[in-house]
């Protein structure tokens, strides 16, 4: 099957060589083609280059892409799409003044999300989260990471998993698995953390590589949810049992949770609003990707990641939703990339990077995912008529989607 995109006003995110990620100045590059062809052959990208270069071959369909604009889909490194249920109550809680700490310390928060969580089926988990799935591969998604850690039980750990797997097998979007057993201590172990970190690593763990459920592990690394100790804990554990860690640290408070992360090779280290200078130098000359997730500050009203910052002292940084039921119950990439943009004084050409190549690398994806580059799937975004790629970000709010392809196949 071969499809040719002729006439592309801008190719976007043209990378000719393997890249894992951009960081600092190199963030500001976004290479571009004007006036582009576009070739994909059974799902893959075969060839690409400028109007006066497009070869003359038979394919299956030619599409006319005057005016138009094409990028690689998002690349969503973080969420937790998973989940059962809401909590618009919280959110109207929020509003008449209660923080999100002092929800969650009334019972409301992860807790109220697994107590959900555990009661309902496998099924009707499945078929709640795959709206979520569906929806967010139309605003133009083309991979993401799962995070399991509203189950808190055994059972119902293992239940989000096996919905992750599910999803990653029926659906084009490609989907990376996360164990967050260690997202809250649940009731029952109120007065005993050990012993469900314990349960956790012990018990969980074996079975999780056992069947293949996972392929990283995080953890909340935050005052009153777990120190540094049990991050190293888990994170011990989980190298051991083949899950490598990406992780939940400075949302609120930075309590060392960014030198834990580099120290056991994390693959990314996520939130980061509070960003102290240590903790930037820590991060330098490591492979750990820093991931900031504007729509959960937006949401919550917190401070954003300084990412200005973090890419000016030479660092990358990738860009998610962290998509889930407390904290941002939005899995839109394209407002994650105009909030970057606008909140975070991120250029557009550094948001689309962060929201493309280096959200690939932070969930291990770039070798297939994340440029216009021969060889990787065929996961890209076709815009609406534009003047210019800037105009994604600016017109915040707004979609500038045309049509969706993943893996060479039409979803929009
Ligand atoms: O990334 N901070 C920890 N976990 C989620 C929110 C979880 C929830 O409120 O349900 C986050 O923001
Ligand atoms: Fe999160």
Same mark, same amino acid.
């Given at each position: 099957m071969r499809l040719l995109f002729k006439n592309i006003k801008e190719l976007i995110q043209v990378r000719t060589k393997q890249e894992l990620f951009v960081s600092g100045k190199d963030m500001k590059k976004l290479p571009v083609i004007s006036n582009a062809f576009l070739l994909i052959e059974d799902g893959i990208i075969s060839n690409f280059g400028e109007m006066k270069a497009c070869p003359e071959v038979n394919v299956d369909k030619e599409i006319d892409a005057t005016g138009k604009m094409i990028l690689p889909t998002w690349c969503d490194s973080h969420t937790h799409l998973v989940y059962a249920g809401n909590r618009e109550g919280e959110f109207v809680d929020r509003i008449k003044g209660l923080s999100y700490e002092e929800i969650a310390a009334r019972g409301g928060g992860i807790l109220n999300s697994a107590k959900k969580l555990q009661e309902i089926s496998e099924e009707e988990l499945y078929e709640q989260s795959k709206v979520r799935l569906e929806e967010i591969m139309l605003l133009g998604t083309g991979a993401v990471e799962i995070k399991s850690g509203y189950g808190l039980t055994i059972e119902a750990e293992l239940k989000m998993l096996r919905v992750i797997d599910r999803l990653k097998r029926n659906y084009p979007i490609a989907v990376k698995a996360t164990f967050l057993g260690a997202h809250a201590i649940p009731q029952d172990y109120k007065n005993n953390k050990q012993g469900y970190l314990n349960m956790l690593v012990n018990e969980l763990m074996p079975r999780i590589e056992k069947e293949r459920l996972a392929e990283y592990v995080d953890i909340f690394c935050e005052a009153g949810y777990f120190t540094v100790e049990d991050t190293e804990f888990v994170l011990q554990a989980g190298l051991k049992h083949g899950l490598l860690p990406k992780i939940h640290v400075n949302q609120f408070n930075a309590i060392g949770g960014v030198e834990a992360g580099v120290k056991y090779n994390a693959l990314s280290v996520d939130h *980061?609003?509070?960003?102290?200078k240590e903790d930037i130098e820590i991060l330098k000359g490591s492979k750990t990707m820093p991931v900031a997730l504007p729509s959960c500050s937006f949401f919550l009203g917190i401070p954003y990641t300084p990412g200005r910052q973090i890419i000016d002292s030479g660092l990358p940084l990738a860009l998610a939703t962290d998509y889930n039921p407390g904290s941002t119950p939005s899995g839109n990439m394209n407002f994650v990339v105009s909030t970057a943009c606008i909140k975070?004084? *991120?250029t557009p050409e550094e948001a689309i990077n962060a929201a493309t190549i280096n959200g690939a690398y932070a969930m291990g994806l770039e070798r297939d995912y994340g440029s216009i580059t021969v060889?990787?799937?065929?996961n890209i975004i076709l815009t609406k008529p534009i003047n210019s790629y800037g105009f994604i970000p600016y017109s915040f709010g707004n979609n500038q989607i045309e049509s969706v392809y993943l893996k060479g196949i039409k979803i929009l």
């Open positions: *980061l609003e509070v960003m102290p975070m004084k *991120l060889g990787k799937q065929a």
